[in-house]
């Protein structure tokens, strides 16, 4: 324990010093919570001249989660890691801070925003797609001791640098999930960077499908909004069913601004935010109503029931 202090101490004092590499430390399982879940979304992080406050603020989410004890297993990112247009050098430019989550011992999960490239972010994590259930996209699942994560790849790439902002599924994608989502064998909460509403389905709504045909899920998160958005889906023409939502809020870049915490139980999800600002840049910034919104949502929680799979 003397050994996980230090590098703790190691980790919050040089979090905000990229080229500091982190200490080694002793792990043991009783250092980490199986049922604790780390969730950031929308970092926006880019190497230079991309403005600094992303990088720092990236840090100090990675410090916050770093004090907590046990540990998180994992830490679920929901894309937008780069800062606007996926390079290579964006990637690279966040991977201090993301490195000292990993040298800790959690497991890092990646999500694509519609400011990434597959591409690139692979030049920076080399082999992170090796366990993709869809060639070509990043789509993964987690094991956690009650639930599934299932991190879908929502990027619709375009030409360098001018990604279209709609999420898309793709073909070979839609036809795995209309294969194994509606007999998925265990509860299991959707993840992606875009919002449900913003995802096609071959041609009809995505939320229709999963409210219709897939009784294993119990719900959707996703990044991409920059603000928290618990909701609830409440219609279903075939299922009489009540589907939960959660958008995250930002790392730090714009809008809610902060990350959040899973617990998971054998019967739900709690999802709690830990949210340090709000704010937009330029003229726009509410700088009277910040401390009111930060007060006003901090530590909200968002509850998702685990309803067991039905076969």
């Known amino acids: 324990m003397f050994l996980r202090r230090q590098f703790i101490q190691c980790a919050l004092a040089f979090a905000a010093a ?31 001249p991309a403005p600094s406050y992303m990088r720092d603020q990236l840090s100090s989410v990675v410090a916050e989660i770093l004090r907590t004890h046990p540990l998180p297993r994992h830490a679920v990112l929901f894309g937008d890691l780069a800062w606007l247009a996926g390079l290579t050098a964006d990637y690279r430019a966040s991977m201090p801070a993301l490195r000292l ?13 519609n400011h ?3 591409d690139a972010f692979l030049e920076a994590w080399p082999g992170r797609n090796a366990h993709t ?3 070509g996209r990043l789509v993964t699942v987690t094991a956690l001791p009650s639930v599934d994560l299932l991190m879908l790849d929502t990027l619709t790439e375009g030409k360098i640098g001018v990604n279209p902002i709609m999420g898309g599924l793709g073909k070979a994608q839609q036809a795995w999930l209309a294969e194994v989502l509606p ?19 071959r041609k ?49 870049f714009r809008g809610d601004i902060g990350y959040a915490m899973m617990r998971v139980s054998s019967d739900e999800v709690t999802v709690r935010l830990y949210q340090s600002d709000f ?7 509410p700088r009277p109503l910040r401390k009111t919104i930060v007060r006003d949502n901090n530590g909200q929680i968002c509850t998702f029931p685990l309803h067991p799979a039905i076969s």
């Open 18 to 48: 990229p080229s500091f590499p982190a200490a080694p430390f002793t792990k043991s399982d009783s250092d980490f919570d199986e049922n604790l879940v780390a969730l950031i979304a929308d970092p926006h992080v880019g190497a230079t």
């Open 101 to 113: 989550l990993e040298d800790a011992g959690m497991k890092l999960v990646f999500g694509m925003g």
């Open 116 to 118: 990434d490239r597959r």
């Open 133 to 135: 259930k869809v060639p």
């Open 183 to 201: 007999k998925w064998p265990r509860p299991v909460i959707l993840c992606a960077h875009h919002p449900l509403h913003e995802i096609s389905f």
């Open 204 to 252: 009809g709504l995505f939320s229709d499908f999963l409210l219709n045909k897939c009784p294993s899920v119990c719900g959707y998160i996703h990044g991409h909004n920059h603000r928290w958005i618990p909701n609830w889906v409440q219609w279903s023409q075939t299922r009489a069913t009540i589907f939960r939502t959660l958008g995250l809020p930002s790392a730090g």
């Open 279 to 285: 704010w937009y840049p330029g003229p726009n910034d």
